[in-house]
């Protein structure tokens, strides 16, 4: 049973350049949330996806966006990066009727320069 | 204040010991509880989860929730090294929020 899969798993960019990150779900779940995780911080909930729309959003700016296709894989992309930006970016898969938690992606480190 | 709150330690604690984590949150409508274990430069791993008052347990862990607090806790029996992770809360409303994490420490 395939978990959640990111890629990649790193990724360097330079300041004002635009970024996709990838996720495919664990297998039988359907909603996929994203979360930025600063060094030392908690992560942070960007957005989720469900049923190809963004149900929720964090206090993210517009910069980052995203899409969830029908096999319910899922991007995020962000554009016009800061070094802010700079963090790992987890994506997170869940079957909301369950009620459970979340199983996590390995992670993609962003590191803008 | 923050919807998710821990300590962000670090806590230490020598091998053979209980560690004790514990966690606040702010939502009263929350109705699922996790703990998530987290080694330096991985992602999040599923540890405990709880959705009732009272006491969980799952080997050398035990979760306990107090909803009229609004508090959640997580005991580590028998601490050994490999423990030595953060240790993040997290909070599902309509969505999974997490708190900053404590940082634990077992030492042999």
């Known amino acids: 049973d395939a978990g959640v899969t990111q890629s990649p798993t790193h990724l360097i960019k330079t300041r004002g350049q635009q970024v996709t990150l990838r996720c495919s779900p664990k297998?039988?779940?359907?909603?996929v949330s994203w979360y930025q995780q600063a060094l030392g911080q908690g992560p942070q909930f960007i957005f989720q996806?469900?049923?190809?729309?963004?149900?929720q959003r964090g206090n993210f700016p517009d910069r980052f966006s995203g899409h969830q296709f029908p096999n319910y894989s899922s991007e995020l992309n962000v554009n016009a990066l800061l070094l802010g930006d700079s963090a790992l970016y987890l994506c997170?898969?869940?079957?909301?009727?369950?009620?459970?938690?979340?199983?996590f992606g390995s992670g993609t480190r962003l590191t803008v320069v | 204040q923050k919807e998710v709150e821990q300590n962000s330690g670090p806590l230490s604690v020598p091998e053979g010991a209980i560690a004790s984590l514990n966690c606040t949150y702010s939502?009263?409508?929350?109705?699922?509880f996790f703990w998530y274990r987290q080694y330096s430069g991985k992602s999040p791993e599923l540890i405990m989860s709880?959705?009732?008052?009272g006491d969980k347990e799952d080997g050398r862990f035990t979760a306990q929730l107090n909803k009229a607090s609004q508090y959640v806790s997580l005991l580590i029996r028998d601490s050994q090294p490999s423990d030595s992770a953060t240790y993040l809360c997290?909070?599902?409303?309509?969505?999974?929020?997490f708190g900053t994490g404590t940082r634990l420490q077992v030492f042999p």
């Open positions: 996806y469900y049923e190809e729309e963004e149900r």
């Open positions: 709880i959705y009732s008052n």
């Open positions: 997170a898969s869940s079957f909301p009727a369950a009620n459970g938690g979340y199983t």
């Open positions: 939502d009263r409508v929350s109705q699922s």
């Open positions: 297998s039988g779940h359907d909603t």
């Open positions: 997290a909070v599902n409303t309509d969505k999974l929020i």
